[in-house]
């Protein structure tokens, strides 16, 4: 995949920042994006992105996203009662300094920043809704097929393999897209994150043309339905993926995460962050607390 040539320069950052701010405006439709938009300010090498729902901090010198937190601003999808970091850190350990600003747009709670050294383009898309498909990541690189990408929980976030899942592990449901059209879903396993903070926290990764690193020191144990056990190298607060070029890894929160419903596509060009599949699907939810044996230890490899 061939990284585009059309570059903006960033020199002045400050100036498409002017622009980007110019077109905010109302908020996205969705109610869960009710009241929705972002201010975006620039510190340093620090972009700061603040809106309603949802903040965080962007190093534009690799795109790195920082502290991504829900904000429980008062909403009717809201899923803490008020400002919890989910992650610590979203990187993409490309190893290339990223020098100019392509794209930089700031629409109605719609946020996408491209970052490039002509070799290396990182793309962020971001919705400032309470829940639903409200992040992704996008590398397109043209020295290298993969780039690994590190998500780090907060301290009071993990991973667990969902045992609504896992109970139900084989069962066939079915699924209607929004032209009506159904079709059966068989019911796999599922990893979530979530809190001890609330029940409604819950969320997952979303990858599209990306491969989950299993860590063989963080292998766990879990009971399927039959009774017997699957293993799971998965860590408690740490996962890593190889991400294809023109593949994405996006965040999934609420409802939508433990819904049953087709994976992404398979996509490497100009892959689109949802804030919902738009259909019926059977939603298995999470328990709460989640049960010892289903959250996955250690936290880190």
Same mark, same amino acid.
């Given at each position: 995949?061939?990284?585009?040539?059309?570059?903006?320069?960033?020199?002045?950052?400050?100036?498409?920042?002017?622009? =980007?701010?110019?077109?905010?405006?109302?908020?996205?439709?969705?109610?869960?994006?009710?009241?929705? $938009?972002? @201010?975006?300010?620039?510190?340093? %090498?620090?972009?700061? @992105?603040?809106?309603?729902?949802?903040?965080?901090?962007? %190093?534009?010198?690799?795109? =790195?996203?920082?502290?991504?937190?829900?904000?429980?601003?008062?909403?009717?999808?809201?899923?803490?009662?008020?400002?919890?970091?989910?992650?610590?850190?979203?990187?993409?350990?490309?190893?290339?300094?990223?020098?100019?600003?392509?794209?930089?747009?700031?629409?109605?709670?719609?946020?996408?920043?491209?970052?490039?050294?002509?070799?290396?383009?990182?793309?962020?898309?971001?919705?400032?809704?309470?829940?639903?498909?409200?992040?992704?990541?996008?590398?397109?690189?043209?020295?290298? #097929?993969?780039?690994?990408?590190?998500?780090?929980?907060? #301290?009071?976030?993990?991973?667990?393999?969902?045992?609504?899942?896992? %109970?139900?592990?084989? $069962? @066939?449901?079915?699924?209607?897209?929004?032209?009506?059209?159904?079709?059966?879903?068989?019911?796999? &396993?599922?990893?979530?994150?979530?809190?001890?903070?609330?029940?409604?926290?819950?969320?997952?990764?979303?990858?599209?043309?990306?491969?989950?690193?299993?860590? #063989?020191?963080?292998?766990?144990?879990?009971?399927?339905?039959?009774?017997?056990?699957?293993?799971?190298?998965?860590?408690?607060?740490? +996962?890593?993926?190889?991400?294809?070029?023109?593949?994405?890894?996006?965040?999934?929160?609420?409802?939508? +995460?433990?819904?049953?419903?087709?994976?992404?596509?398979?996509?490497?060009?100009?892959?689109?962050?949802?804030?919902?599949?738009?259909?019926?699907?059977?939603?298995?939810?999470?328990?709460? #607390?989640?049960?010892?044996?289903?959250?996955?230890? &250690?936290?880190?490899?």
């Amino acid at each position: 995949m061939t990284v585009r040539q059309s570059i903006v320069s960033s020199v002045n950052v400050a100036l498409l920042l002017a622009v =980007a701010l110019a077109g905010h405006g109302e908020a996205a439709q969705s109610a869960t994006c009710e009241g929705g $938009e972002w @201010v975006v300010t620039q510190q340093g %090498d620090t972009m700061l @992105v603040r809106g309603r729902h949802v903040q965080f901090d962007i %190093d534009v010198r690799t795109m =790195a996203v920082l502290n991504w937190t829900l904000t429980g601003a008062a909403n009717p999808g809201r899923l803490v009662d008020g400002p919890t970091v989910i992650f610590l850190e979203k990187t993409p350990l490309h190893g290339r300094t990223l020098t100019r600003t392509e794209r930089l747009r700031n629409d109605k709670g719609d946020l996408v920043f491209t970052r490039t050294d002509g070799m290396v383009s990182v793309k962020i898309q971001a919705k400032d809704c309470s829940q639903g498909g409200v992040f992704q990541m996008e590398i397109e690189r043209n020295d290298a #097929p993969s780039t690994r990408v590190r998500h780090v929980l907060a #301290p009071a976030t993990f991973y667990f393999d969902n045992p609504n899942f896992r %109970d139900r592990e084989g $069962e @066939v449901v079915r699924f209607s897209n929004s032209a009506g059209e159904t079709q059966d879903i068989t019911i796999t &396993p599922r990893i979530n994150f979530a809190s001890d903070t609330g029940p409604l926290l819950v969320g997952r990764d979303s990858p599209q043309a990306a491969t989950r690193v299993q860590h #063989p020191t963080c292998t766990n144990s879990i009971r399927k339905q039959d009774g017997t056990f699957a293993t799971v190298r998965h860590c408690g607060g740490v +996962s890593e993926w190889d991400v294809l070029s023109g593949g994405r890894m996006g965040q999934v929160m609420g409802e939508d +995460s433990t819904e049953v419903a087709p994976p992404a596509t398979f996509c490497v060009q100009d892959c689109q962050a949802q804030n919902q599949v738009r259909g019926g699907a059977v939603v298995l939810g999470h328990p709460f #607390p989640v049960p010892d044996a289903s959250r996955l230890t &250690p936290r880190t490899p």
